[in-house]
C-alpha cells in the first residue's frame, strides 16, 4: 500500500475531512490532498506531525510494515522489558514502581475501573499470574541471602 493510501485510509478511520485534518497538522488543505493522491511527498516533520497525531509509527506510513504500532504499544513492550529485567535481576523495588505506573494508567479514578481492552486484560492478567511465583521465588532467595549475610557478619 502506498502512502497516499495509507494517509486515506487513516483520515478516514478518524472520520475527518482534509481541511479538517490539514488545519489540525497546520499545513494547507491542497497540499494534504496532494499528498493522499501521491502527487506530493510530505517532508519528514510532517510525516512526524501525522504519525504523532494518529499514534503510530512512521515505519507504517512509510510502508515499512503493515502493523500500526503505536506509541503507546511501543510503551508497553517497554514497560513489560523493564518488568523483566527487574525479575531477572531481583529488583522488586523496579518491579513494584513499574506496577504502579501500570496501575496509574490503566485505572480511572471517578468510574473505579480499569481500562484495558479484552486481549489486553487477558494478556496483562496472564503476565501478573505468572509473575507473581516468580517474583516470590527472587523474594525468598533474596531474603535468604541477607539472613546469611547477616548471620555470617554477627559470626
Do not use: C, W
Request: proline content about 1%; charged content about 40%; aromatic content about 6%.
Amino acid at each position: 500500500m502506498d502512502l497516499g493510501t495509507r494517509l486515506k485510509a487513516l483520515r478516514n478511520k478518524a472520520k475527518l475531512s482534509q481541511k479538517d485534518l490539514a488545519e489540525k497538522l497546520g499545513i494547507n488543505r491542497v497540499t494534504y490532498s496532494q499528498y493522499e493522491v501521491n502527487r506530493r511527498e510530505p517532508d519528514i516533520d510532517t510525516l512526524q506531525k501525522i504519525a504523532d497525531f494518529y499514534e503510530i509509527s512512521l515505519d507504517y506510513l512509510a510502508g515499512r510494515t503493515d502493523h500500526q504500532t503505536s506509541k503507546k504499544e511501543s510503551k508497553d513492550i517497554d514497560r513489560t522489558q523493564d518488568m523483566l529485567n527487574a525479575i531477572e535481576s531481583g529488583d522488586l523495588k523496579k518491579l513494584i514502581e513499574i506496577m504502579k505506573e501500570l496501575d496509574e494508567l490503566y485505572y480511572v479514578e471517578n468510574d473505579e475501573k480499569y481500562i484495558v481492552e479484552g486481549d489486553k486484560k487477558d494478556a496483562i492478567i496472564k503476565l501478573l499470574k505468572d509473575l507473581l511465583p516468580v517474583v516470590a521465588e527472587n523474594a525468598d532467595k533474596k531474603e535468604k541471602g541477607l539472613q546469611k549475610k547477616i548471620s555470617e557478619e554477627e559470626n
